[in-house]
């Protein structure tokens, strides 16, 4: 609890001294990693299950931090949603859902996540099954296909930017392609996704599926349902045909359309 207190203190303060509330948001892909290889260390390393986690939780990390980065969110680039919300408060109650939720609740949820690897310490007798290695495969299946998910909408963003900068109107304003035919947000489902998998591998070396650190990604899902609807809402108020896209598209967990593509692209462009 002492480092994630030091980094609740640091990402408050600098959120005070900068005004950017996204300080913790810089620090989200690299807080569960030290976690994780804490409760590795504890077992001095010699623990295949926890290495195991913390090197997949390290993966997870390194992809996040690098996608995060060349979004520009390491070169003081807010997240869009906090102006959108700060503008819908006065200036104190941003400050208190700043310092509460932002700040406390999520670094909070960032030490939730990773307990599963405290499950692993407590039963750390327990050796490593071929479900140990089913799930590891599923976690790295996810952890890749997010990486999919982020390149095609960096792609899109990319060329969506050389065609204003070429002075045309973009036809299509938000990617709908690729992962993005089945999943408004494939990336949001299978971020989720790898930490239950995380959950389940604590599981396994407790025996059993019936463990409290389950509130963790329990509570990770809730927050996504949170910005996911809070996204969507702004996505729409900026582009009213991405009602099209909800209509046909499934908002989070992959899934077929519910209505030909033809049709959606050529009401867009109507």
């Not at 030490?111 to 290695?133: F, G, W």
């Not at 947000?185 to 591998?201: D, V």
């Amino acid at each position: 609890m002492l480092i994630a207190s030091a980094v609740c203190a640091l990402a408050w303060i600098a959120s005070l001294l900068t005004g950017d509330t996204s300080w913790v948001d810089r620090s989200w892909s690299v807080v569960p990693v030290i976690y994780m290889w804490v409760f590795a260390a504890f077992a001095h390393l010699l623990n295949a299950r926890l290495d195991l986690m913390a090197s997949l939780v390290t993966i997870w990390g390194v992809r996040l931090t690098f996608n995060f980065a060349r979004k520009g969110g390491y070169s003081g680039v807010e997240d869009y949603r906090w102006p959108a919300l700060r503008a819908s408060m006065k200036g104190w109650q941003f400050q208190l859902f700043n310092f509460f939720f932002i700040v406390l609740y999520q670094n909070f949820l960032l030490v939730l996540i990773t307990l599963p690897a405290l499950t692993a310490y407590q039963h750390r007798t327990t050796p490593l099954r071929a479900l140990d290695v089913l799930l590891t495969v599923a976690f790295l299946t996810c952890t890749f296909a997010e990486t999919i998910a982020d390149q095609q909408q960096w792609n899109f963003q990319q060329w969506k930017i050389a065609e204003v900068k070429a002075g045309r109107d973009p036809d299509i304003r938000f990617v709908q392609t690729g992962l993005f035919r089945y999943s408004r947000h494939p990336n949001y489902f299978y971020e989720q996704a790898q930490w239950w998998i995380l959950l389940l591998i604590g599981a396994v070396a407790a025996g059993s599926i019936l463990d409290w650190t389950v509130v963790g990604a329990f509570l990770l899902t809730l927050l996504f349902i949170g910005s996911t609807s809070f996204t969507e809402k702004l996505t729409l108020e900026r582009y009213p045909e991405y009602a099209l896209y909800q209509n046909s598209t499934s908002a989070v967990i992959p899934w077929f359309t519910r209505v030909p593509r033809a049709a959606v692209l050529t009401a867009e462009t109507e």
